[in-house]
């Protein structure tokens, strides 16, 4: 189905990945506050290459930085791609060009209450040319007005509207699309997920609706359009929420008190493993019809799921320990996810063929120096962590508000343009 044709380690862990939307671009965020820009191989036909098909060809680092104090929390890229939005564990939001990762402008995101508590970010969205959306750990949902330019951005400048959506942090935004009556294309109302409930907010209007308790710790979620439904019983649109016990719930566009339908995915006698993240999955890859996404699972794995038969149709394994964070879709159809120190590239299987000499040649040549790094950093690390501290620290990931712990002391730094 997939086949991992590249994969990029990190020098801490991961918190943050987002993907560009007209480019193959793929912008990180790490625990030490590090943000990394690379150029992902060109999808075959972009450039006349014929060293660029489908997961080949070079990874290029365009820019690194030590870009936040603390952790770099979440990242999001502009509706146009030009810039790239970062929030950290310092409570500062940058705006900075994509091209260069110079710094275009700096806001302070608002303190909890008058005692000026930080209110750490969980997640950034642009939702249109003229919105950014700010999520953080107190419930806060900001929204800044980006219709002047981000350079003309203030450090002190206040949002201009604050929803409390939920009782806890924000996990996940999920835009809904316009109306056919919009002028402008773009979403103003989004779905996001916190706590246990599911809650719908609109940009003039604020927050239509909020859910039942679902009793169980909703984490992820995507848009679907074009699903089966019965004449005069939905129109086959839904969100699909990834809860923290192994279970996709869809929802219904239009009614949000409670979920409509529900797949088990993941289920263990003690309770079924986190999905941290999802992504709709393109058309054409040699399977049969059927609209599916990505699931990332909190055990290292992505499994495949058709929402048409409701069956896992395929798995693959990012990591035996480490899981799955963050999982995207990028312009050319190509899977990346990311989780623990270690990114990596999945293209659909029918594309996959081996590359030509040289870039055969460059990659054990890579590979070596990565080995080398990998042996370094082991000796520096001493002994491994025991199965107490390994389950401790898959439970910190499985809650993005502890976001901020940087794991990476006394470890080597590999470089980033590294394949291996």
Not at 150 to 178: C, G, K, M, W
Not at 294 to 308: E, F
Not at 399 to 406: E, I, S, T
Request: hydrophobic share 30%.
């Amino acid at each position: 189905m997939f086949d991992n044709v590249c994969t990029l380690p990190l020098s801490s862990e991961l918190f943050a990945q987002t993907i560009h939307p007209t480019e193959p671009i793929l912008s990180v965020g790490l625990s030490a506050g590090h943000v990394h820009t690379f150029r992902l191989p060109a999808v075959e036909g972009d450039d006349g290459d014929s060293e660029a098909e489908l997961g080949f060809g070079k990874v290029v680092t365009q820019w690194r930085t030590r870009r936040h104090k603390g952790s770099c929390r979440s990242l999001a890229f502009s509706t146009d791609g030009e810039v790239l939005y970062s929030a950290g564990t310092d409570t500062i939001l940058k705006a900075a060009s994509t091209s260069t990762g110079q710094v275009i402008s700096k806001i302070a995101i608002p303190p909890r209450s008058a005692a000026s508590e930080p209110d750490q970010p969980t997640l950034i969205h642009a939702l249109s040319p003229q919105t950014l959306l700010i999520a953080t750990d107190s419930s806060a949902l900001h929204l800044y007005d980006l219709r002047s330019s981000p350079a003309t951005f203030t450090r002190n400048q206040t949002p201009q509207q604050t929803h409390h959506p939920h009782e806890d942090y924000v996990s996940s935004i999920t835009p809904l699309p316009p109306s056919a009556t919009s002028s402008s294309g773009f979403s103003k109302q989004w779905a996001t997920t916190g706590a246990t409930t599911l809650a719908v907010t609109d940009l003039r209007k604020g927050v239509l609706a909020r859910s039942e308790d679902q009793e169980e710790e909703l984490l992820s979620s995507v848009f679907v359009s074009g699903l089966p439904h019965r004449a005069g019983r939905g129109s086959g649109e839904k969100v699909i929420v990834g809860d923290a016990g192994g279970v996709l719930t869809l929802w219904e566009k239009g009614q949000w008190a409670d979920q409509a339908e529900r797949i088990v995915i993941s289920r263990d006698i003690g309770g079924g493993e986190t999905i941290d993240a999802i992504t709709l999955l393109p058309d054409g890859l040699g399977l049969s019809p059927g609209n599916r996404i990505a699931a990332g699972m909190g055990d290292g794995t992505i499994k495949i799921i058709n929402l048409n038969s409701k069956a896992i149709d395929g798995q693959l394994q990012h990591d035996d320990i480490e899981g799955v964070v963050c999982l995207n879709k990028d312009v050319g159809g190509r899977i990346i996810s990311g989780g623990g120190q270690v990114i990596k590239l999945w293209v659909p299987r029918e594309t996959a063929r081996e590359p030509e000499e040289g870039i055969r040649a460059e990659k054990r040549r890579r590979g070596q120096e990565g080995d080398e790094a990998a042996s370094e950093e082991n000796e520096a690390e001493g002994n491994s962590d025991s199965d107490e501290q390994i389950k401790e620290r898959k439970k910190r990931k499985k809650r993005k508000r502890n976001k901020g712990r940087d794991k990476s002391a006394g470890k080597t730094t590999f470089d980033l343009g590294e394949i291996d």
